[in-house]
């Protein structure tokens, strides 16, 4: 049941429209998604390969949201940022987000691999979230971030100097992040596969026993030759036919040394028609001796 629900929010999920701002999965994690996407066991519900961004916030709608002045997935020019700076209103911020990631997996155990592929990675904030409906989400993420005030309802608060020194460090946070999610993506798919192989030893195993067991018994039968088979085919054959003659009781002597056509011998020894001899050795006409031995 928990797998065939799986496969229907995989379905429901991946056929949805991308809601984000881009709209698309940004291009240097799109081979990652992908392979992620196109594993029985996982799929995405949310990613971004980090970026760098100023945006202005507006104090009396804060709720509303902020404006949007320069957002790049690549390295940043130190120019465009002070250009972008130009004319604003409220309060900018400089800002840069490492790769973050988030998936559905199918159970416990593929989520920990998972997990285990992103912190070995450097992705130290990652974690696994367990929902009421049974759904486990793990989220691939990092503390390497910048985020530092630019300016204050308007006016600037730092010079093109110090805007000059936060790009080149959120541009070398930028390149490392590429370095963790590349080892990310290795990791995983190394697991993975060694994760497939050992499911499959036990049955190659089992395999390899039940091919030597027949080449063992297909060398016997060639080294007894077919006589010998033959041979011991009759042993056994004339060995059932003995046992069931035996146990059909086809004997000729149903009792002690007679016939078994003779069926007025009742007794051992006494013909059939000396029933009248009442005592041992007298006639059976001589009514008056009584008793054996006397005249």
């Known amino acids: 049941p928990m797998a065939a629900e ?12 991308d809601l984000s701002r881009k709209g698309s999965i940004d291009e240097s994690i799109e081979d990652l998604v992908n392979f992620i996407n196109t594993q029985e066991s996982y799929f995405t519900t949310s990613s971004c390969s980090g970026r760098i961004s100023v945006f202005a916030e507006k104090s009396e709608e804060k709720k509303k949201g902020c404006d949007w ?4 997935h690549m390295q940043a020019d130190a ?3 002070m250009t972008a700076l130009c004319d604003h209103t409220g309060s900018a911020m400089f800002k840069f987000e490492p790769f973050v990631l988030h998936a559905q997996c199918r159970a416990i155990q593929d989520a920990r691999l998972m997990l285990q592929a992103a912190v070995q990675a ?6 696994i979230t367990l929902g009421n409906k049974g759904k486990v989400m793990v989220a691939v993420r990092s503390t390497h971030c910048l985020e530092v005030p630019l300016s204050d309802r308007g006016r600037m608060l730092v010079g093109q100097e110090y805007i000059a020194h936060l790009v080149t460090m959120a541009n070398s946070k930028l390149e490392e992040n590429e370095q963790r999610v590349q080892r990310f993506f290795h990791n995983l798919k190394d697991l993975l596969t060694n994760r497939a192989e050992s499911l ?6 089992n395999r390899r026993n039940q091919s030597g067991e027949e080449h063992r018994k297909q060398k016997q039968q060639q080294e007894r030759g077919p006589d010998s088979c033959a041979a011991q085919d009759q042993e056994e054959s004339d060995g059932e036919a003995d046992l069931q003659e035996l146990f ?12 078994a056509d003779d069926p007025g011998n009742e007794s051992c020894g006494l ?8 005592s041992c050795g007298s006639p059976a006409d001589d009514p008056g001796n009584e008793s054996c031995g006397f005249p």
Not at 6 to 17: D, E, H, I, T, V
Not at 248 to 259: L, R, Y
Not at 271 to 278: C, L, M, R, T, V
């Open 79 to 81: 120019q465009k940022v």
């Open 200 to 205: 499959r030893q036990p049955e190659a195993r």
């Open 6 to 17: 799986f496969a229907r929010w995989k379905k429901q999920c991946l056929s949805a429209s």
């Open 122 to 127: 450097g992705f130290r904030n990652s974690g």
């Open 69 to 72: 002045l320069l957002i790049s």
């Open 271 to 278: 013909p059939d028609d000396d029933h009248g001899k009442e």
């Open 248 to 259: 059909e009781g086809k004997m000729d002597n149903q009792s002690c040394g007679f016939p």
